[in-house]
């Protein structure tokens, strides 16, 4: 099936700073990735959906303000948790469909840990 | 507007026993529907999936088939190992104007113990 990276797997970063976390395609090109964030022992919530040269859609709650969404490339969006405190420490996956496919592949997920 | 409901977890079985994950969804139009799999500290992986009504997803000897005029999806396996021991999904997608939007249920975690 089709693969998605997603990097890094894990990161450590002290509060008041920022954390870019990239995803990409490796053998297709995705017009639209999808952000997800997990807290533990709870379901997938979608934060945002990532679209190829315009911007991002984020669901209701999420502030785009913090959560920073770039798709500058077909097989390239990036999450950049902006200003990051302890309560933004999470699980967060990315997810995309390949052309023509309802099926999703997942990255891998980053642990964001916010000290 | 669309959601997907699953049974609590965990539930805790001796291997080789029998497994059934209830899922049941309620969605506008006819969505397809998915069981994915998360083991600890990774990403999910696709497990099975349905695209219309009647239709029986399989895989690793799990089965789940599309039940539309109950909404539901319930995952089975006839003798699960330990190394079934994960948290599964159910998960239904609608179709946005970029690509399929998933709608997660809240995941049931499985122990299985020898």
């Known amino acids: 099936g089709a693969v998605v990276s997603q990097h890094p797997s894990w990161v450590i970063c002290k509060s008041g700073t920022s954390v870019k976390i990239e995803c990409r395609s490796l053998?297709?090109?995705?017009?639209?990735m999808f952000w997800y964030r997990q807290f533990p022992k709870q379901s997938l919530m979608l934060m945002a959906t990532?679209?190829?040269?315009?911007?991002?859609?984020?669901e209701q709650g999420v502030e785009k303000d913090k959560f920073l969404i770039n798709h500058a490339s077909l097989t390239l969006s990036t999450l950049t948790v902006t200003s990051a405190h302890p309560e933004d420490s999470s699980f967060y996956i990315c997810?995309?469909?390949?052309?023509?496919?309802?099926?999703?592949?997942f990255g891998q997920g980053t642990r964001l840990t916010v000290v | 507007g669309n959601s997907v409901t699953q049974m609590e977890g965990p539930v805790t079985l001796s291997e080789e026993a029998f497994l059934t994950i209830n899922c049941t969804y309620t969605?506008?139009?006819?969505?397809?529907l998915f069981w994915y799999v998360q083991y600890p500290g990774e990403g999910l992986q696709l497990l099975l999936k349905?695209?219309?009504?009647?239709d029986k997803g399989s895989n690793k000897g799990f089965e789940a088939t599309y039940r539309k005029e109950t909404t539901s999806f319930h995952l089975e396996k006839g003798s699960v190992q330990v190394s079934d021991s994960a948290v599964y999904f159910c998960?239904?997608?609608?179709?946005?104007?970029?690509?399929?939007?998933?709608?997660f249920g809240t995941g049931t975690q499985l122990k299985v113990e020898l």
């Open positions: 997810s995309a469909p390949p052309p023509g496919q309802d099926e999703a592949f």
């Open positions: 053998d297709f090109q995705a017009t639209t």
């Open positions: 990532s679209n190829e040269g315009s911007k991002a859609t984020y």
């Open positions: 969605a506008t139009g006819y969505p397809s």
């Open positions: 349905a695209t219309k009504a009647d």
């Open positions: 998960a239904l997608s609608s179709l946005t104007g970029g690509g399929n939007k998933l709608t």
